[in-house]
């Protein structure tokens, strides 16, 4: 148990429909990260929150945004769903203010999206 | 940031030593490499980093040859719990950028 808390584990919406996605990192973490893995694509990163406020983007779609909340919980918000949007989003924290290789990341159980 | 190559999948059998390589050919000088795993159907996780020559924890063995332009992760006496994706990182401590790439399959017989 990595001690990152996703919700919910599974969702399933229809195209054009819009989800949220909820992250509560471990205890003492104030980066939050969120990365999309489908199947062809591999762990992609998307967003990144420092306590608070956005540090660093990916490759985040206009129709998908996040936001860090004061108790440092993190939500990913998706809009206008397509087809392509499935797949696993994972939330991971940190320690580190950084998006480097050499921070240690923990990364929560996945939240699988599947839209029909 | 040094880009990796790490061979797409491997398959072995319960009780054998695994040898993962990963090829880091432009890895520069400040530049460490880190290991993930991923089991099916939950997130990566951290195992193993080093800078050079031999590191060893309670899960894995990172060599890491002079010329660091390769890496070998080595899990000893692999188990059917070890099937897993495993992905290398290569990054400089002063590079603000993560890249996970597909990682290798590793998938262990019984």
């Known amino acids: 148990d990595s001690g990152v808390t996703q919700t919910p584990k599974h969702l399933i919406t229809a195209t054009g429909q819009r989800v949220t996605l909820r992250c509560s990192p471990r205890s003492g973490d104030l980066s939050v990260y969120w990365y999309q893995q489908s199947l062809d694509q591999g762990l992609q990163f998307l967003i990144q929150y420092y306590n608070g406020e956005e540090r660093a983007k990916g490759n985040i779609l206009e129709r998908f945004s996040a936001q860090q909340f004061p108790d440092l919980h993190s939500e990913l918000n998706l809009s206008s769903l397509e087809l392509g949007d499935s797949a696993l989003y994972f939330c991971a924290s940190s320690v580190a203010r950084t998006l480097r290789s050499t921070d240690t990341q923990y990364f929560g159980p996945g939240t699988r999206l599947t839209v029909l | 940031l040094a880009k990796t190559t790490q061979p797409i999948s491997m398959d072995s059998y319960e009780g054998q030593e695994v040898n993962i390589t990963c090829s880091h050919n432009?890895?520069?000088?400040?530049?460490?490499i880190t290991w993930y795993q991923q089991f099916p159907s939950q997130g990566p996780r951290f195992i193993i980093q080093g800078y050079k020559t031999k590191v060893t924890n309670e899960v894995a063995s990172l060599f890491i040859p002079a010329d660091r332009k390769s890496s070998t992760l080595s899990l000893p006496r692999v188990s059917l719990s070890d099937t897993a994706v495993y992905y290398c990182l290569v990054g400089d401590p002063r590079d603000d950028k993560i890249i996970f790439g597909k990682g290798t399959r590793l998938h262990i017989l019984p």
């Open positions: 432009n890895i520069a000088t400040n530049d460490y």
